[in-house]
């Protein structure tokens, strides 16, 4: 049975910086795809990155490009997010999702549709 645990979110102010972490437990991983997905207040749930497990290919929204980076840490079964120059509207609950990759495009795996395993969610708030 798999499963997510997100931890790393809290309350920061515009500018600052936020690791989350995605611990991954229940079966080996190789051949998924590990995504973060974010929802504000009164949004849909939207992607904001993925890497694949093996191989380490990235993926990221364009909100988030060149701000965010995705990493994982195989031996720790680990998935992080390191968000620097946060800003307002990046206040969501964050959460990590696992879907094995199959060799399906990045246009597919961005949908919330495509994806069976999700944590629980840690709320990130970015003050102005």
């Known amino acids: 049975q798999v499963q997510l645990v997100e931890s790393g ?9 936020l690791r989350l972490s995605c ?5 080996t991983f190789s051949g998924y795809a590990m995504a973060w997905f974010r929802q504000a207040p009164g949004k849909e749930r939207a992607f904001v ?15 988030v490009k060149g701000r965010f980076t995705i990493s994982r ?3 720790k079964n680990t998935v992080y997010l390191q968000m620097n120059s ?18 399906r495009s990045w ?13 629980q969610g840690t709320q990130v708030t970015v003050s102005s």
């Open 23 to 27: 611990a991954a437990s229940g079966r």
């Open 9 to 17: 979110g809290g309350l920061v102010q515009a500018g600052g910086s």
């Open 73 to 75: 840490d195989n031996a």
């Open 107 to 119: 246009y597919v795996m961005r949908q919330v549709t495509e994806y069976e395993h999700w944590g």
């Open 86 to 103: 946060l800003k307002p509207e990046d206040t969501a609950v964050y959460y990590c999702a696992a879907e094995q990759y199959r060799g």
């Open 49 to 63: 990155s993925a890497i694949l497990w093996s191989g380490g290919s990235t993926y990221y929204a364009d909100s």
